[in-house]
């Protein structure tokens, strides 16, 4: 048994000191019973090459030794499938913090133009993807050890789950909608209260190199406000993700940030143009082009941003009234 006890004693050198004597005990017995009933099957004792492939079937030491660890993952089972979750909402960050730089940079004509921006995307896409996902393994390791109290999030109930109806409805908002846009608004709001830069971005009050970008009075002037309603859609997509059955009170949040979004669009919409072009050596005049293509874009975007908060409006309010008994709403 010369080999046994080598496999066992590889086994036991990474085992907790306190407990390698009974775990090599346990795996003795196990292993020995499968050599009595190896041999009886052949009908003579095993040979060298025969233990090594019982051996060999039974697991390396130090896979074996891993089962008796402390720690078995750096991701457990129950916490994996919130691990993938984020990670995916990582990666689409990720991506999103890439494209729109590139394509800024590419209006403007700066980094090579149009033809630049494949490149700008994967060069600022894969470093900030990697560092999301390292921060959330980072992150998720310490929750798995305990290192994190995660609180009274493994109390959640039924009654706290959302409403899921068999049938197709078009303006249903999932978590994982709401997840994504509760981290977009608050890279926006971070953005825009010059809290963090994205990659190639100088802040929402001029850009620094080849082209300066002059904002009007009225952005300055609703500084706060836009602000504001960043975060009162940061609230709303909270309480979709952590209290998902408060449909109601979402939904008069919703209400109030609609008629709010309604009355930037129009401050805003009476303001135009809201940026102006210079750069080294040139005047406002040599970037006529630019102007007009982003003031037309200006205009599509806050008529759009209308539209959408009028019809938030009535959804919404539908969602306020009460259920009538066959589970539509009454009105």
């Keep these: 048994m010369d080999l046994l006890d080598r ?3 590889a086994i036991a050198a990474l085992l907790p000191a306190g407990q390698s004597q009974d775990i090599v005990a346990e795996l003795r017995d196990v292993l020995m019973s499968r050599i009595e009933e190896r041999e009886a099957q052949q009908g003579r004792p095993l040979d060298k090459k025969a233990l090594e492939a019982l051996f060999r079937e039974f697991g390396h030491p130090l896979a074996v030794a891993g089962r008796y660890g ?10 994996y499938p919130f691990y993938m979750f984020a990670v995916k909402v990582a990666l689409a960050i990720a991506l999103f913090v890439g494209i729109i730089p590139a394509v800024v940079q590419g209006l403007t004509g700066a980094h090579g133009g149009m033809a630049g921006i494949p490149s700008r995307v994967i060069h600022d896409f894969i470093p900030t993807a ?9 992150i998720g390791a310490m929750v798995e050890r305990g290192w994190i109290k995660t609180g009274d999030f493994g109390q959640w109930k039924v009654s706290d789950l959302p409403h899921v109806s068999t049938k197709k ?12 846009e509760v981290i977009f608004m608050t890279f926006f709001a ?3 209260a010059g809290v963090v ?4 971005s100088r802040g929402p009050f001029g850009h620094e190199g080849e082209l300066q970008v002059t904002l009007a009075p009225i952005l300055t002037q609703l500084h706060t406000p836009i602000l504001l309603l960043a975060i009162g859609q940061i609230i709303s997509g909270l309480i979709l993700v952590i209290r998902p059955a408060w449909i109601r009170p979402r939904a008069a949040v919703e209400i109030v940030l609609s008629i709010a979004g309604i009355v930037l669009a129009y401050a805003l919409w009476r303001e135009m143009p809201l940026v102006t072009f210079t750069g080294p050596g040139a005047s406002a005049e040599d970037f006529v082009t630019l102007r007009h293509v982003t003031d037309h874009s200006f205009r599509v975007i806050t008529v759009v ?9 009535l959804i919404e309010g539908w969602r306020l009234l009460p259920p009538a008994r066959d589970g539509s709403r009454a009105g």
């Design 70 to 79: 402390a720690q078995r993952a750096l991701i457990g089972v129950e916490l």
């Design 305 to 313: 941003a209308a539209a959408i908060f009028a019809g938030k409006i």
């Design 169 to 180: 409805s078009w303006f249903r908002t999932t978590r994982f909608e709401a997840l994504f």
């Design 7 to 9: 496999y066992l004693g």
């Design 190 to 192: 971070l953005w825009w």
């Design 197 to 200: 830069d994205f990659p190639g």
């Design 130 to 138: 990697l560092q999301l996902i390292g921060v959330i393994t980072i």
